[in-house]
């Protein structure tokens, strides 16, 4: 079964007609392993979009089966993908071209699933003459025809003001969360670490869940992609230090932060993260650094060669319960109870 379909069969020809709905689910490239689980979840099968490229590079879709009146789950974390030979830029162009397919075939909805929305950290010109380039590829999706987005941790949730229809910001940090409650468990002293002033709402909420105290980095980015952290707002002494962020990419920030903490007199140091990019050299910078382990969701999926510290949960519970209420038109932050508006 490649659909799931709720209400009364049409028949008859006395309106109004009740429209039979239709959920399918169609992966780009960048993100096959995540849709799979998806699907799994949904009880559906993955709706074939017969991606190909093209000599010169232009991609191409064509949906295998008709996808008329579906509302349509498009996933695809805007993520380059080595073992598919796709960059960033890839990625972004075969969901467009993906949405741009489904549109004019007729569907009734086209739902972009990003769970990691690329490009969402220029989300402000810093310095003179800078594109802001969330907002253009919050255009560009709209202009392709989505009717609304899924998404999780989004850099700053401002980003969802750069769309006029609806998106979703779901957050995998209670998945992060009850993770570290397990390991750690109650014995140890925890503190959880803000690598910088930007996360200081989110790691108060994350150390509040786990009973535990918090403290903040103070960091900055001399050049791009540059971090170095200057000192520790806070106690760490003899603590287990938990850094929470959104993203890892090449890991400079978290290896910067990892030795301040510990300079600082914390006793080990661990990360969590909600997306791993691990761009570059990430893994050598990762390996070679004090962190003693490192968690990440499979918004974007973990490449090959990847050090033993790096561990990857799913978050496909939580987007498959997001999709199943997307589609039936409930409410999504019920999956939170709410509370997924204080991260
Ligand atoms: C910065 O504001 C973000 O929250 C991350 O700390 C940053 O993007 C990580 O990048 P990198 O791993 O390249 O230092």
Redo the contacts with the bound molecule.
């Keep these: 079964m490649s659909t799931l379909e709720v209400g009364p069969a049409s028949s008859g020809t006395s309106l109004p007609i009740e429209r039979d709905k239709r959920l399918m689910v169609a992966s780009g490239r960048a993100s096959q392993e995540l849709a799979a689980r998806i699907t799994e979840r949904l009880g559906v099968g993955l709706t074939e979009a017969g991606l190909k490229t093209f000599s010169d590079g232009e991609v191409y879709c064509r949906y295998e089966e008709s996808i008329r009146g579906a509302d349509l789950f498009i996933v695809q974390s805007i993520a380059g993908s080595a073992r598919e030979g796709l960059t960033v830029n890839d990625a972004l162009m075969e969901l467009l071209v993906m949405v741009e397919a489904a549109q004019g075939a007729s569907t009734h909805r086209v739902i972009a699933v990003c769970p990691w929305f690329g490009y969402s950290?220029q989300d402000k010109k810093s310095m003179p003459r800078e594109p802001i380039t969330a907002r253009l590829v919050a255009k560009l999706l709209e202009t392709a025809g989505i009717d609304r987005l899924l998404t999780m941790d989004l850099?700053a949730g401002q980003v969802q003001g750069f769309f006029s229809q609806p998106v979703d910001h779901m957050t995998a940090m209670p998945i992060l969360t009850r993770y570290v409650a397990d390991q750690m468990g109650e014995e140890a002293d925890v503190v959880v670490i803000s690598?910088?002033a930007?996360?200081v709402k989110l790691t108060r909420n994350f150390a509040r869940k786990l009973g535990a105290p918090y403290a903040l980095l103070e960091k900055q980015r001399p050049a791009q992609?540059v971090?170095e952290i200057g000192y520790v707002i806070g106690d760490v002494k003899d603590k287990v230090a938990v850094i929470v962020?959104?993203?890892?990419?090449?890991?400079?920030?978290?290896a910067a932060a990892a030795q301040t903490v510990l300079d600082a007199g914390a006793s080990k140091v661990y990360a969590v993260a909600t997306h791993g990019v691990f761009s570059g050299n990430?893994f050598e910078t990762l390996a070679s650094s004090p962190l003693s382990g490192i968690v990440v969701t499979d918004t974007v999926p973990l490449r090959e060669g990847a050090p033993d510290i790096i561990r990857t949960l799913t978050c496909a519970d939580t987007l498959t319960e997001s999709v199943r209420k997307i589609f039936a038109d409930e409410s999504v932050s019920e999956i939170f109870a709410g509370e997924n508006q204080l991260f």
């Design positions: 950290r850099h690598p910088d930007g996360r992609q971090a962020d959104d993203i890892i990419d090449t890991g400079g920030t978290l990430a």
